[in-house]
């Protein structure tokens, strides 16, 4: 069966401190990949999504990259955080970009003082 | 773009039936999602529609109607445990879902 690994589970980091989120997916082949990030009381927001290695799609442009470097593993950076950039990150999977249903990782609440 | 309007809150008693609206505008329509999810964890997977009418699965059934830009999550014999943010994503012409801000719902004894 597929299981999707996010970590760490809470972070927080000190404005201006570089960020590292790793995420990976196991039991599937060249699954697409996406980053959300929620704030309190609020949906998801698409950040960014990929849908083979190396293949990166922005949604929202911000200080804030992705990279694809293996078929199933998704990282999220930052070189300087901001305090906006402080939320619950969440690491999802599908099997194809179209009409499939998202599994999403436990995810990670980050918070920037 | 999409623009995605959900009641914030809703609060039922545990038995009853609840029903939680979701209207999109969108530029492009390929389906719509509702997801569940618990405070603090991540959402899951409730249903699809693609097409217009009632998908019902066990307690929870969605409809859909695409004219109306219109979908319910229908939730019956309500539990404690239904207490979570439910969530309505419509996914566009490219494969993306773009999420409502969800609805919290609280079960009473």
């Known amino acids: 069966s597929q299981t999707i690994h996010q970590w760490p589970a809470t972070l927080v980091q000190p404005v201006g401190s570089p960020l590292s989120l790793e995420c990976t997916v196991e039991?599937?082949?060249?699954?697409?990949l996406y980053w959300y990030r929620q704030a309190a009381g609020r949906g998801l927001q698409l950040l960014f999504y990929?849908?083979?290695?190396?293949?990166i799609s922005s949604e929202v442009p911000q200080n804030l990259s992705a990279s694809r470097p293996q078929d199933r593993q998704f990282i999220l950076s930052s070189k300087k955080l901001l305090l906006s950039d402080s939320g619950f990150y969440l690491c999802?999977?599908?099997?194809?970009?179209?009409?499939?249903?998202?599994?999403f990782g436990s995810g990670t609440q980050l918070s920037v003082l | 773009g999409q623009n995605i309007d959900q009641p914030t809150e809703m609060t039922a008693t545990e038995g009853a039936i609840v029903q939680i609206n979701c209207t999109y505008q969108?530029?492009?329509?390929?389906?719509l999602f509702w997801y569940q999810q618990h405070a603090g964890e991540a959402p899951t997977f409730l249903s699809y529609?693609?097409?217009?009418g009632l998908e019902e699965k066990g307690r929870f059934s969605s409809f859909l109607s695409r004219s109306k830009g219109y979908s319910y999550l229908l939730l019956k014999e309500l539990q404690m445990k239904d207490s979570a943010s439910y969530l309505c994503?419509?996914?566009?012409?490219?494969?993306?879902?773009?999420f409502g801000d969800g609805t919290t719902l609280t079960v009473k004894p």
């Open positions: 999802a999977w599908s099997a194809d970009r179209g009409s499939e249903k998202l599994f």
């Open positions: 529609n693609v097409l217009d």
């Open positions: 990929s849908v083979g290695i190396g293949q």
């Open positions: 039991g599937t082949s060249n699954p697409n």
């Open positions: 969108t530029s492009g329509f390929n389906g």
């Open positions: 994503a419509v996914e566009d012409n490219a494969g993306k879902s773009t």
